[in-house]
């Protein structure tokens, strides 16, 4: 118990669940971060490698994103110990006896994410009938992965950000050199958006290796390859390397897109970026990220740069449609991107105190109106 309570503060965890059924190798990790203004939204993350801080930190991570973002929603996340690419047969008896597990916690609402996508939530769906979002279109969902929600708002983030660089006047999208650590969902539909304003993918990765191309790599035969179940190292007339090597890039814009802590303090020093957008959860250390910040490199936290997927799903839990949560996303990031790099300006801080100055403040308000036992 108290190896676990290390990890409490004055916003939680709530609870901590674990789930696990020999029978069919099912190990999973539910943490409910805190509901103080509304039920726990965080998706199901598959990896051979999750671990129960991941999962705390995740969650967490939810927490501020919801708050930041206004929605009447607290931050929960799954973790199953399992390879998201086994068969789907398999798959989908851990993902129906994860849901079965988790039926009695109604204050914590499902939703995709790494190793997980709208075919895992509609098993959810089929199987409890309840707290679940990012179903398929025909289930009566809006994809989030399959419209690009997480992107379209980290394209919007970019946009608002690049006057606040302390680059020459003139920093602009339009050919703009962007590198995305991570070619999934995110990834993609990142340089897709990005591509459509003209801004330059010069370099990506995936678990396979990293490629670069100074004068640009074309984005929609990336894709294809990727939808293909290639890997970006498949691209061909592109510089390959390790998938590490993309941190030292040559860009104006670096994405983060994949998994935590991928900037540390052993690589830090590599970047060349200008801004950095972290479209993953908790992509970089905090040791990282005030070195960037003192290097003069602009970091947009991912509760603030992300949370169009959250933005999205609470929508969709709503009722709304795809064209409502789209223009949702457009309006919450860029404002919110705005508020926390114009105080971060004027109080001299990094971007993420002050957005944490913003979400906390929202969730310790929420939980000043609760009875201590609302959990």
Avoid at 337 to 363: G, N
Wanted: charged share 25%; net charge neutral; proline share 5%.
């Amino acid at each position: 118990m108290a190896d676990i309570l290390r990890f409490a503060d004055k916003l939680g965890p709530a609870k901590i669940i674990q789930v696990y059924e020999p029978t069919i190798d099912l190990k999973a990790v539910l943490v409910i971060d805190n509901i103080a203004m509304g039920p726990a939204v965080g998706g199901i993350r598959m990896a051979v490698d999750v671990s129960i801080d991941e999962c705390i930190r995740l969650a967490r991570s939810m927490t501020l994103k919801n708050a930041a973002a206004g929605l009447s929603h607290g931050g929960g996340k799954t973790v199953v110990y399992a390879d998201p690419k086994m068969p789907k047969p398999k798959k989908e008896r851990l993902i129906r006896a994860l849901a079965c597990a988790l039926r009695n916690f109604p204050e914590y609402v499902m939703g995709p994410d790494m190793g997980t996508d709208e075919q895992c939530m509609a098993w959810i769906k089929d199987e409890i009938n309840r707290n679940v979002t990012g179903l398929p279109a025909e289930s009566g969902g809006i994809p989030i992965d399959q419209i690009g929600a997480t992107a379209w708002g980290i394209r919007h983030a970019i946009e608002v950000a690049m006057p606040y660089c302390n680059c020459p006047v003139g920093f602009s999208l339009a050919k703009a050199r962007v590198a995305i650590q991570g070619f999934g969902a995110v990834g993609m539909n990142a340089a897709r958006f990005l591509a459509e304003q003209n801004a330059i993918l010069v370099g990506a990765a995936d678990s396979q290796g990293s490629i670069y191309d100074a004068d640009g790599l074309d984005v929609n035969k990336l894709i294809r390859l990727k939808e293909a179940g290639k890997s970006v190292v498949d691209y061909p007339d592109a510089e390959k390397s390790d998938r590490d090597a993309i941190v030292g890039f040559d860009c104006d814009i670096w994405i983060p897109a994949a998994r935590p802590d991928v900037i540390n303090e052993n690589n830090m020093e590599r970047l060349k970026a200008k801004l950095v957008v972290e479209g993953a959860n908790i992509p970089l250390t905090v040791g990282a990220e005030n070195y960037l910040h003192e290097k003069g490199i602009l970091v947009v936290p991912d509760f603030i740069a992300n949370s169009g997927g959250v933005i999205c799903a609470a929508m969709e839990y709503r009722g709304k449609i795809e064209s409502e949560a789209m223009e949702v996303i457009e309006k919450k990031v860029r404002t919110n991107t705005r508020l926390v790099l114009e105080e971060s300006r004027i109080k001299k801080i990094t971007p993420r105190e002050a957005a944490m100055h913003l979400a906390v403040t929202r969730v310790q308000k929420a939980m000043s109106y609760k009875r201590w036992s609302i959990y």
